[in-house]
């Protein structure tokens, strides 16, 4: 009778904490409207793409709702200026306190991306007007030999890569290899169609296994690292064609989805194929290897922060918000506006990976004109909490920082290139990996500029003039602009119509922007 007790209080218990998770509360969201609620088209032409304000007015807006609406994703929104489409820039769990506006929304609602047809770039290459010819290279990887095909499809899903489809888009139906698919749309298509429906790829008679896979990282000592610290990460289905892998081990494959060959670990596989998962051809699994994980010397822990899993989100360059791993932040210069009207959010992965717990310590930030930190340095007020870590966890500390936080003698630091320091305070096995740097600049707040290329942190900007192509949103080239790195969006679109535009680099790397 006892154990009966207990397994209905548990239920209890979990039915109030899911009732408490789904309880609807106020959730900061800085939105950007891309389109009026009749411009459906317009909108969509933005799905896949990152999108950037240019100095366009962002809306702080506080939704009540169960969860949060996504990041980088589109939705339609009515909060007092009537129904239109807005771009998720930014979104936390907690309210603003300086919001424009409140609104409330009862039913859990779908990015418009998600749940909307919209045309998507295909790279296709005729292989056979004929079934039999189709068969025939099944398996076969082919490469574009220039008379490739740029289509883009009006579709709810992107065909799969390197499979055989067969299609027709103005050329009579035909069978074709895919080369390329990917979430946006080419400015330069050769031809447009439509799919009312999904469409499956040509079925190859070939021996095809079930597997399930698990992520572990874009090069070999990422996906190393991410197996000998058991790091959580994404397992999918998949069928392969060809003999069964072996589990355990770490294979260099490419699942059909846009984003090229990462590391997967093997975690089991089952003789013959899953109706209801892709199917990728043997030719997409190349190399494999053993996860070697050197055991630790005994007794002590060994704090560290994880640059791959940490994130930071901020102002960099020409987007806001940049949103992205530590690892990648070292690349270029996040900016601290002088009148201290901008923040760095950070969330600092901690993770453990001595043998011993480690106790409770502190985490510290500081601005520094070197890699060092020292009394020359710039100190935050702010200072993170860290609980005990057991050995093979780890810990997400949250914080918000601003040029206020940061003094040295009661002044802020002045406009000028500093490194952002992020120290662990804690003496353990290997003290060389308790900090962590990322390029910070103290600048005047401005709009934002051009660049051609990413900004090294070591050099100042460059002067000298280079060439922008202006299109409109249907690809019809406009005009061209002599510009240097110091010119800014506005002054670029000086006399332009309001409207949606792509800008093209001189080295062919595109963006869009709206006027």
């Given at each position: 009778?006892?154990?009966?007790?207990?397994?209905?209080?548990?239920?209890?218990?979990?039915?109030?904490?899911?009732?408490?998770?789904?309880?609807?509360?106020?959730?900061?969201?800085?939105?950007?409207?891309?389109?009026?609620?009749?411009?459906?088209?317009?909108?969509?032409?933005?799905?896949?793409?990152?999108?950037?304000?240019?100095?366009?007015?962002?809306?702080?807006?506080?939704?009540?709702?169960?969860?949060?609406?996504?990041?980088?994703?589109?939705?339609?929104?009515?909060?007092?200026?009537?129904?239109?489409?807005?771009?998720?820039?930014?979104?936390?769990?907690?309210?603003?306190?300086?919001?424009?506006?409140?609104?409330?929304?009862?039913?859990?609602?779908?990015?418009?991306?998600?749940?909307?047809?919209?045309?998507?770039?295909?790279?296709?290459?005729?292989?056979?007007?004929?079934?039999?010819?189709?068969?025939?290279?099944?398996?076969?990887?082919?490469?574009?030999?220039?008379?490739?095909?740029?289509?883009?499809?009006?579709?709810?899903?992107?065909?799969?890569?390197?499979?055989?489809?067969?299609?027709?888009?103005?050329?009579?139906?035909?069978?074709?290899?895919?080369?390329?698919?990917?979430?946006?749309?080419?400015?330069?298509?050769?031809?447009?169609?439509?799919?009312?429906?999904?469409?499956?790829?040509?079925?190859?008679?070939?021996?095809?296994?079930?597997?399930?896979?698990?992520?572990?990282?874009?090069?070999?000592?990422?996906?190393?690292?991410?197996?000998?610290?058991?790091?959580?990460?994404?397992?999918?289905?998949?069928?392969?064609?060809?003999?069964?892998?072996?589990?355990?081990?770490?294979?260099?494959?490419?699942?059909?989805?846009?984003?090229?060959?990462?590391?997967?670990?093997?975690?089991?596989?089952?003789?013959?194929?899953?109706?209801?998962?892709?199917?990728?051809?043997?030719?997409?699994?190349?190399?494999?290897?053993?996860?070697?994980?050197?055991?630790?010397?005994?007794?002590?822990?060994?704090?560290?922060?994880?640059?791959?899993?940490?994130?930071?989100?901020?102002?960099?360059?020409?987007?806001?918000?940049?949103?992205?791993?530590?690892?990648?932040?070292?690349?270029?210069?996040?900016?601290?506006?002088n009148d201290q009207s901008n923040y760095l959010n950070l969330a600092?992965?901690?993770?453990?990976?001595?043998?011993?717990?480690?106790?409770?310590?502190?985490?510290?930030?500081?601005?520094?004109?070197?890699?060092?930190?020292?009394?020359?340095?710039?100190?935050?007020?702010?200072?993170?909490?860290?609980?005990?870590?057991?050995?093979?966890?780890?810990?997400?500390?949250?914080?918000?920082?601003?040029?206020?936080?940061?003094?040295?003698?009661?002044?802020?630091?002045?406009?000028?290139?500093?490194?952002?320091?992020?120290?662990?305070?804690?003496?353990?096995?290997?003290?060389?990996?308790?900090?962590?740097?990322?390029?910070?600049?103290?600048?005047?707040?401005?709009?934002?500029?051009?660049?051609?290329?990413?900004?090294?942190?070591?050099?100042?900007?460059?002067?000298?003039?280079?060439?922008?192509?202006?299109?409109?949103?249907?690809?019809?080239?406009?005009?061209?602009?002599?510009?240097?790195?110091?010119?800014?969006?506005?002054?670029?679109?000086?006399?332009?119509?309001?409207?949606?535009?792509?800008?093209?680099?001189?080295?062919?790397?595109?963006?869009?922007?709206?006027?």
């Amino acid at each position: 009778m006892k154990t009966k007790n207990y397994f209905f209080l548990i239920f209890i218990l979990f039915l109030s904490f899911n009732s408490f998770s789904q309880t609807p509360v106020k959730r900061g969201h800085t939105l950007l409207k891309i389109s009026s609620g009749n411009d459906l088209e317009g909108a969509l032409s933005y799905c896949g793409e990152k999108i950037v304000s240019n100095g366009n007015p962002r809306r702080l807006v506080n939704i009540t709702s169960t969860k949060r609406l996504e990041i980088d994703q589109m939705y339609g929104l009515d909060f007092g200026e009537g129904f239109n489409y807005y771009y998720v820039l930014y979104a936390k769990d907690s309210r603003w306190s300086d919001e424009d506006e409140n609104i409330t929304i009862t039913t859990n609602i779908e990015p418009i991306c998600s749940t909307n047809p919209y045309r998507r770039a295909h790279l296709l290459m005729k292989i056979s007007n004929s079934l039999e010819g189709a068969k025939a290279k099944c398996g076969v990887f082919i490469s574009d030999d220039g008379s490739a095909h740029k289509v883009n499809i009006r579709s709810t899903n992107k065909l799969q890569v390197d499979r055989i489809y067969k299609l027709d888009f103005g050329e009579g139906l035909n069978y074709y290899y895919v080369l390329f698919a990917g979430d946006s749309r080419y400015s330069d298509e050769d031809s447009e169609m439509n799919l009312n429906s999904n469409i499956s790829p040509l079925f190859c008679d070939q021996a095809t296994n079930y597997h399930v896979i698990k992520y572990r990282g874009s090069t070999k000592d990422i996906a190393n690292d991410s197996k000998c610290n058991n790091k959580s990460e994404t397992s999918v289905g998949i069928n392969i064609t060809g003999s069964k892998l072996n589990v355990g081990q770490i294979y260099w494959i490419d699942r059909g989805t846009g984003i090229g060959f990462r590391y997967y670990e093997i975690i089991s596989s089952t003789t013959g194929a899953n109706a209801s998962v892709n199917t990728i051809p043997s030719t997409d699994v190349t190399t494999s290897f053993i996860a070697y994980c050197a055991p630790p010397p005994a007794g002590k822990a060994d704090l560290y922060v994880d640059e791959i899993a940490s994130n930071i989100m901020g102002e960099c360059g020409s987007t806001f918000p940049c949103n992205e791993s530590y690892k990648n932040a070292k690349t270029h210069r996040y900016s601290l506006y002088n009148d201290q009207s901008n923040y760095l959010n950070l969330a600092t992965v901690v993770g453990n990976k001595g043998d011993a717990s480690s106790g409770s310590n502190k985490v510290n930030y500081y601005l520094s004109l070197d890699n060092k930190i020292d009394a020359n340095d710039f100190t935050s007020d702010k200072i993170s909490n860290l609980g005990s870590l057991s050995p093979n966890t780890s810990t997400t500390i949250q914080e918000a920082l601003s040029l206020f936080n940061f003094r040295k003698n009661g002044s802020n630091p002045s406009a000028s290139n500093y490194n952002l320091i992020i120290e662990i305070k804690v003496d353990d096995k290997d003290n060389s990996n308790n900090t962590f740097t990322i390029p910070v600049r103290v600048t005047a707040k401005s709009n934002s500029t051009i660049s051609t290329s990413p900004q090294n942190p070591n050099t100042s900007n460059n002067t000298e003039s280079y060439k922008i192509d202006i299109y409109d949103f249907s690809g019809t080239f406009l005009k061209s602009v002599k510009i240097n790195a110091s010119m800014n969006d506005k002054e670029l679109m000086n006399g332009m119509p309001s409207g949606l535009y792509i800008l093209k680099n001189s080295d062919g790397t595109t963006r869009k922007i709206v006027n």
